[in-house]
């Protein structure tokens, strides 16, 4: 009974199918849907927020400051890094803990080469992130 009913729609759909004719969009379809949409593209700039000016101005506060404290201290002695009490940094659970650390050598030759494969694929993938960003990729 089923199987008679499932022929009888697949008919009726193939004779619905053929009595109806294809419709097909005008052949300017696409032109007058895009003449229809309004695209106002704004793009961002991109501006790093301390601009190379600020950044030289930093590095130029940087170094008179080095050698404002050069100039000033050159003719006394530094007794005052002798006030400070450098102790409770050297002296703590978790340096004592590293100190103790032993590594082996294979290790450490693995720590130093993780870290020259990250140092170089830092820059790489800025570069290929930068391109797919500006859509070029």
Do not use: H
């Not at 193939?14 to 593209?41: G, Q, W, Y």
């Not at 301390?50 to 404002?68: E, F, N, P, R």
């Not at 050159?74 to 005052?80: I, L, M, R, S, T």
């Amino acid at each position: 009974m089923k199987e008679n009913a499932d022929e009888f729609l697949e008919n009726l759909v193939k004779k619905t199918m053929k009595s109806s004719p294809l419709e097909a969009p005008p052949s300017d379809f696409t032109s007058n849907i895009m003449a229809r949409i309004n695209v106002k593209s704004t793009t961002t700039v991109y501006q790093p927020l301390i601009s190379k000016m600020g950044w030289m101005l930093i590095l130029t506060t940087g170094i008179a400051y080095v050698v404002y404290l050069y100039v000033i201290s050159a003719g006394e002695p530094n007794d005052w890094f002798k006030a400070v009490d450098f102790s409770t940094v050297s002296n703590n659970e978790i340096m004592n803990f590293f100190s103790e650390l032993k590594l082996a050598r294979i290790t450490t030759y693995a720590m130093v080469v993780c870290g020259l494969m990250l140092c170089a694929q830092v820059p790489i993938l800025k570069y290929f992130i930068t391109k797919r960003q500006q859509g070029s990729y």
